[in-house]
């Protein structure tokens, strides 16, 4: 059985940082590539970054290049986001999903997804 598990989230000021972390079970984490989204009430849900173990490469959103960093750890099936010089723009239900391919082609296509982990940036 697959598990997504997001944790982390939660109340910061403008200009601070949280870690968030996603913990998968039930696939070979290896072979996917692992995705963080995130979601305002009312508006679409959008890509924040991507790592893929296979290839290496790391992708960013253009707002949170220079203040996110997604790290991950396949000897303990973990990534992570570091989320520093927060926004009241952050905030947002995060998401981590993986999808079974070299790359995050987009929510529509992840094959799982986690509950999700509510960042609240107050200005």
């Known amino acids: 059985e697959v598990h997504i598990v997001e944790s982390g989230g939660g109340l910061v000021q403008t200009g601070g940082s949280l870690r968030l972390s996603c913990t998968v079970s039930?696939?070979?984490?290896?072979?996917?590539?692992i995705g963080w989204f995130r979601r305002v009430p009312g508006k679409e849900r959008e890509g924040v970054s991507c790592?893929?173990?296979?290839?290496?490469?790391?992708y960013y959103e253009d707002s949170v290049k220079g203040r996110f960093t997604m790290s991950r750890d396949n000897a303990k099936n973990t990534v992570y986001l570091e989320m520093n010089s927060l926004k009241p723009e952050d905030t947002a239900v995060y998401y981590c999903?993986?999808?079974?391919?070299?790359?995050?082609?987009?929510?529509?296509?992840?094959?799982?997804w986690g509950e999700g982990t509510l960042v609240t940036v107050s200005s």
């Open positions: 039930g696939f070979s984490f290896d072979d996917y590539a």
């Open positions: 999903a993986a999808e079974y391919s070299y790359y995050c082609s987009g929510p529509g296509n992840m094959d799982y």
């Open positions: 790592d893929s173990s296979s290839t290496g490469n790391t």
